[in-house]
């Protein structure tokens, strides 16, 4: 088993930056591809951002791209998500995930261990 557990989140204006982290524990974190999705209020969950297990290769729900960064060390068994030039739009419970593949997908189906989830919200 993996647990995830995310930080960071908040309230910030828009324009602003906040960087996630997911903290894994359980099993061998750096052997792992890892995801950022997010969920707003009424809408689906969507694609943010994957990271492979090196490092690379990384992709981008292409809305995000320029704005978002993922990051992982494999040391700390974190992985992390630098948001800036935020939105109101961006205002969505994001959830970390894990998959044992080590290779990033955009796939959600494909994750195998999930987050709860921390809240980011941009004021307008």
């Known amino acids: 088993q993996v647990q995830l557990v995310e930080s960071g989140g908040g309230l910030v204006q828009a324009g602003g930056s906040l960087r996630l982290s997911c903290a894994a524990s359980g099993r061998t974190f750096s052997t792992f591809a890892m995801g950022w999705f997010r969920q707003a209020p009424g809408k689906e969950r969507e694609f943010v951002a994957a990271i492979s297990w090196s490092g690379g290769p990384t992709y981008y729900a292409d809305s995000l791209k320029g704005r978002f960064t993922i990051s992982r060390d494999n040391a700390k068994n974190t992985v992390y998500l630098q948001m800036k030039t935020l939105k109101f739009e961006d205002t969505a419970v994001y959830y970390c995930?894990?998959?044992?593949?080590?290779?990033?997908?955009?796939?959600?189906?494909?994750?195998?261990?999930w987050g709860q989830g921390t809240q980011v919200t941009v004021s307008s």
């Open positions: 995930a894990a998959d044992e593949n080590p290779w990033a997908t955009m796939r959600d189906v494909e994750y195998d261990y």
